[in-house]
């Protein structure tokens, strides 16, 4: 049966302008995403932030508000309206096109009021251990929506609904308070003692008006959206059992199967793993491990030892649950979980990602367009390039040739349903060279060519599907039947 390979497109990064406009301009180019093999796009969060159309989303403030009321100085989110966010939504669809909506229910920020709180200083690097006794700070954390006027929800918040902000009005001091008789929940991740808290006004997952409220706004979300799935943020830091119950709530609802991919910011593999067997209601994590490694051997100067690149990855541990990644929003130069992949390495990363047969791969914004506020100009030639060659070619048995350090190759052999199907790829993170390596029979007695432009000499490929194939150093090259059918 012929199926076409999944390539998922974070579309956005966090340097964006205020007026990006980014629904409206989705609506332009789905049916170019499409072509492209684009087959789900992740959405940033639609909801009003406290920063206004100065936010990127992630520091929420009415989950009921996707740029329809005037709250925090304006209507529209950084992205648009509402209306337009539902449009680039069915746009997208119409296409063909899953859309992921990025959820962020951790935490809040943009409170309306102030309350006094009798709260416990706790030491950031063993959130487990208080400093000192309690004492009475003032904190942002009322929140009550008067743009909305009430409409869809009359919850509103104050600070029974969470366990810790991160700033004492009264003593003008930044740091971790949690509000007497509130416990961080133990089924988080275990880093800095209990990583619950992360950031603003952190959500108390144990509180059940809380819980029931976050339950009434998923399904109203998707009633309002019809989204095909989700992006959840930040799944380290909540309660694992919330978004088991959280999820089968919608699907007992809508009695429709809606994928989940999570944000679980580990190189902890096993950590992630835990995960993943204990909440079989999420479909996928991003590849964190993969992209640290990507990293390291970005700043290794040719000394990273490319055999073992996937070793210890969600793409080698459980490859049915891994979305891999080359770069996003939190890695960007700048931001809190920077962990840029040199512009160098970038090519060799994204070929790891985008010619291997497990892994769902995920294209960065930033990547792909550049991103101007960093003078990083992308390379949207080259993976316009890459997501051609995985959409028409990537597909067939895997061959791995991981038998030097500096050196890796591994060929896909093509299939029945695919025609001209097939590929060799060699990359160097030293001198290069070259690599002799089987493409089977789909590809035996052609010539192949090299479609990222960067070995000039063509490839003859014998009768057993044999060839000598070369990259150059610090580079990578993606070998493809010349004069195929699809004029790549």
């Known amino acids: ?32 995403l499409k072509k492209k093999g684009i087959t789900s796009v992740w959405l940033p969060p639609a909801c009003k932030s406290a920063a206004g159309i100065n936010d990127t989303g992630y520091g929420v403030y009415d989950l009921y508000d996707l740029g329809e009321f005037n709250q925090k100085g304006t209507i529209r989110t950084k992205y648009g309206t509402k209306d337009e966010y539902i449009a680039a939504i069915q746009a997208l669809q119409l296409e063909g096109i899953h859309v992921l909506a990025d959820i962020v229910l951790n935490h809040r920020m943009g409170a309306d009021e102030q309350q006094e709180i009798i709260a416990y200083k706790i030491n950031p690097d063993n959130r487990n251990e208080t400093i000192g006794d309690y004492r009475t700070i003032k904190a942002w954390t009322k929140y009550n929506f008067e743009g909305r006027k009430n409409k869809y929800s009359d919850f509103k918040l104050d600070w029974s609904h969470f366990t810790s902000i991160d700033y004492d009005d009264n003593e ?45 706004w998923g399904k109203w979300f998707y009633e309002q959206t019809h989204v095909d799935g989700f992006r959840l943020d930040a799944v380290k830091h909540i309660r694992l059992s919330f978004y088991k119950t959280w999820l089968e709530s919608l699907k007992r609802e809508f009695n429709k199967e809606l994928y989940t991919v999570g944000e679980y910011f580990s190189v902890n593999i096993d950590a992630l793993l835990y995960y993943l067997d204990s909440n079989k209601e999420i479909n ?55 962990s840029w992949v040199q512009p160098w390495f970038k090519p060799l990363a994204y070929a790891m990602i985008m010619f291997r047969d497990m892994g769902t791969p995920c294209i960065f914004y930033g990547d792909y367009y550049g991103i101007p506020e960093k003078q990083y100009s992308g390379m949207k030639e080259l993976l316009d390039t890459f997501l051609l060659a995985r959409k028409y070619l990537a597909y067939g048995e895997e061959y791995d040739y991981f038998d030097n350090e500096s050196i890796i190759g591994w060929t896909r052999l093509g299939d029945y349903y695919h025609q001209d199907s097939g590929m060799a790829i060699v990359l160097s993170d030293g001198a290069g060279g ?13 010539i192949l060519y ?17 060839g000598i194939f070369y990259c150059n150093g610090g580079s990578v090259s993606v070998w493809i039947k010349k004069d195929n059918m699809y004029n790549l």
């Open 172 to 216: 003008k001091e930044n740091g971790i308070f949690r509000f007497y008789g509130k416990q961080f929940s133990n089924e988080v991740d275990k880093e800095r003692g209990n990583f619950d808290y992360l950031m603003g006004c952190d959500v108390d997952f144990n509180n059940l008006d809380t819980v029931n409220d976050l339950l009434y």
């Open 284 to 338: 996928a994590l991003f590849d964190v491990p993969l992209h640290d490694h990507f990293k390291i051997a970005s700043e290794s100067s040719g000394y990273y030892d490319m055999r073992n690149i996937f070793e210890n990855t969600l793409i080698d541990r459980r490859p049915s649950k891994a979305v891999t990644f080359v770069d996003n929003h939190d890695t960007e130069p700048g931001q809190s979980l920077e």
């Open 434 to 446: 070259g690599k002799q390596m089987n493409v089977g029979k789909n590809l035996a007695n052609t």
């Open 450 to 466: 090299d479609c990222t432009g960067n070995v000039k000499e063509n490839v003859y490929v014998d009768s057993n599907g044999d």
């Open 1 to 32: 049966m012929k199926s076409t390979n999944k390539t998922m497109m974070q579309y956005f990064e966090w340097y964006l302008p205020s007026n990006c406009n980014l629904w409206n301009n989705l609506i332009k180019v789905a049916p170019e």
